[in-house]
């Protein structure tokens, strides 16, 4: 068994051609001993792009190769062009697990109908969380977000939920309305942290697991900024199997996830804020039921990915 990876895949390549050329030959080489579940190809993983995607391959790829043993037979790790196209994806066939933004995991859920399986836990056993947040320079005016009217601000990526939902739906409450400001979308995570450490924007959305992340690079120093605004804990992406799934699949995954080393999800668990990370811990929708309820009274549909 082995583990097989692709780069960042464009949206529309991989709606339009899929990944039958890649599953081919595990179909030729499969033996007695290969599962029925992934006898007809490999096991194809399907990851948002909430880090920059050459540092996500090799974290996923310890990740994909232990659950590669457990399961007994390949599992194909990708980096989707954005998180569109992980829902697009997994709604055409084309990815049988995927790790979705909270946000995400929402509309895969109606979409795509992906089931939630497992996150990611602490040291302690719990459920892992992490924060959305707006930040700007220290010396900065901006004292509050009822500070931002006229102002620049930098979010993440369309449908993100710590980069983008998040902080709209914070703006919403303080009584600012979003034509009352300019946002731009900076592209990810990472690049929005950049607009305001490179002095392009006023204010940017910068989560927690980007803090840390970037802080431990050396690429964020926070005694330079001032967060001004901190949303509600977020429970941690949950890693989610298609709904039409063959059943033996669904449990052979849960059982694989849930059993996986410490070693196998430490380096993952770095880039979500998980340090040192738990065990893999079991979920259900109703885990993310908040992140429904948000989308309903944001009025979010599957467009606005």
Known sequence: MKTRYLALIPAALLAAVGLSSCASPAVQNASANTPAYCAEGPIKFGIEPYEDP???????????DAMAEKLGCEVEVQVVEDYSAEVLAMANNRLDIGQFGPMGYVFASTKAGAEPIASFGTADGELSTY?????VPKDSAIQSINDLKGKDVALGGIGSTSGDVLPRYGLKKAGISESDLDISYAGGHPEA????????????????????SAT??????????????ISDAIPNDPITIRGNADPA??????????NL??????????FLDVTPPGPLLAVTKETYQPLFDLAATMGLTEEDL
């Open 261 to 270: 080393p410490a070693e196998a999800i430490a380096e993952v668990g770095a």
């Open 249 to 258: 699949l669904k449990e052979a995954v849960r059982d694989a996830l849930v």
């Open 54 to 64: 050459a540092k996500l391959e090799p974290a996923y790829r310890v990740l994909a």
């Open 193 to 212: 942290l950049l607009a305001l450490t490179n002095g392009t924007v006023d204010a940017a959305e910068i989560n927690s697991q980007t803090f840390a």
């Open 216 to 229: 431990a690079a050396g690429t964020f120093k926070p005694e330079d900024f001032r967060q001004i605004w």
């Open 131 to 135: 924060t959305a947040g707006i930040w």
